[in-house]
């Protein structure tokens, strides 16, 4: 099996894991979220992703979500699934949001490596636009209260 894993300072990780939930809450069971908690050293996170990631097996594969690229919630991840055997196979992406971790979790088990990347990274990059709204919209809403 493929696992997603998101990592990230804080509870970013384990809030995304909540939302995704709401849009593919059947594959959650898939889906491992870690965090670097306030007043934890690395350490600590460290020994929490080697515990979640515990059940996996010879078999199951990783890709790796993190919050920031070169962070220490992604450069410890990295440690611990080298020290596992499981980094050689592992796809590692920086700079998660909603839309990266859906796009993940939806074909993770469809594309594999360039492909897959390449997919969620185009999908997170065409979310990121700006929000605009019209004059006329307002003025319409104002219409209906």
Do not use: C, W
């Not at 300072?9 to 059947?26: N, Q, R, V, W």
């Not at 699934?81 to 993770?108: C, F, P, Q, R, S």
């Not at 490596?113 to 006329?136: C, K, M, N, W």
């Amino acid at each position: 099996m493929k696992y997603l894993i998101l990592v990230s300072h804080g509870g970013l990780a384990e809030g995304l894991k909540t939302s995704l939930a709401m849009f593919a809450g059947d594959k959650m069971n898939q889906v491992i979220a870690v965090g670097l908690k306030e007043g934890k050293s690395v350490d600590d996170f460290a020994v929490d992703f080697r515990e979640s990631i515990s059940e996996l097996t010879a078999d199951d594969s990783v890709l790796v979500l993190a919050d920031i690229v070169g962070g220490s919630p992604l450069t410890t991840a990295a440690t611990v699934l080298e020290e596992v055997g499981k980094l050689d196979e592992a796809l590692i992406l920086g700079g998660m949001n909603l839309t990266m971790a859906l796009t993940a979790v939806v074909m993770k088990d469809v594309l594999d490596g360039d492909d897959l990347s390449a997919t969620i990274l185009s999908e997170a990059r065409s979310a990121l636009q700006p929000f605009e709204v019209s004059a006329t919209s307002a003025e319409e809403d104002d219409d209906d209260i």
